[in-house]
T-cell receptor, first 115, second 113 residues
């Protein structure tokens, strides 16, 4: 049990679909993150939430819409994606968003394929 | 902006031998944190070891140790007595002020039986 659970594990969607990725943590952490992992590229930080408030938004296209209803749950809503959005989407959590508390615990990711 | 460079896309090592993965970073910060994460085929990234920049002593976790050279901005990972379960992607990461983490592109390590 990782402590951070992501669903679904795999997702194939058409460019006109709307889908959501879910992340859940039971570690009592106060910060949650979405990362995009593409082959041969560094992990790209997409969003950071701290105590349910978005504190970082790294110029992510509006077709990605995060939602953090409480400190244990994080969603990434997807709509009208492009093929280049195909990637592994990783969720992580930490005790806090910065400093020594920022050590990440990751989920196993959602492998997204846009067709 | 901070950058993290891992110059070895792929490496291999014989079981029970020692291997060193390199990582360099660029920053103007003085206080920061460095991490090595392991990503096995299961895809979950697992923290291997971390180092606070203000600590001169190199961090060690069982078979894993780092060589932290602050002036050279180098943070290499040494894996001793390599085991088959060490086969994975290894990512170096940097974190300082703010909420940003910066990751390298990763090194794919294969342990050969």
């Amino acid at each position: 049990e990782t402590g951070v659970t992501q669903t679904p594990r795999h997702l194939v969607m058409g460019m006109t679909n709307k889908k959501s990725l879910k992340c859940e943590q039971h570690l009592g952490h106060n910060a949650m993150y979405w990362y995009k992992q593409s082959a041969k590229k560094p992990l790209e930080l997409m969003f950071v939430y701290s105590l349910e408030e978005r504190v970082e938004n790294n110029s992510v296209p509006s077709r990605f819409s995060p939602e953090c209803p409480n400190s244990s749950h994080l969603f990434l809503h997807l709509h009208t994606l492009q093929p280049e959005d195909s990637a592994l989407y990783l969720c992580a959590s930490s005790q806090g968003p910065s400093g020594a508390l920022s050590v990440h615990t990751f989920g196993s990711g959602t492998r997204l394929t846009v067709v | 902006a901070q950058t993290v460079t891992q110059s070895q896309p792929e490496m291999s090592v014989q079981e029970a031998e020692t291997v060193t993965l390199s990582c360099t970073y660029d920053t103007s910060e003085n206080n920061y944190y460095l991490f090595w994460y392991k990503q096995p085929p299961s895809r979950q990234m697992i923290l291997v070891i971390r180092q606070e920049a203000y600590k001169q002593q190199n961090a060690t976790e069982n078979r894993f140790s780092v060589n932290f050279q602050k002036a050279a901005k180098s943070f290499s990972l040494k894996i001793s007595d390599s085991q088959l379960g060490d086969t994975a992607m290894y990512f170096c990461a940097f974190h300082s002020t703010g909420n940003q983490f910066y990751f390298g592109t990763g090194t794919s390590l294969t342990v050969i039986p």
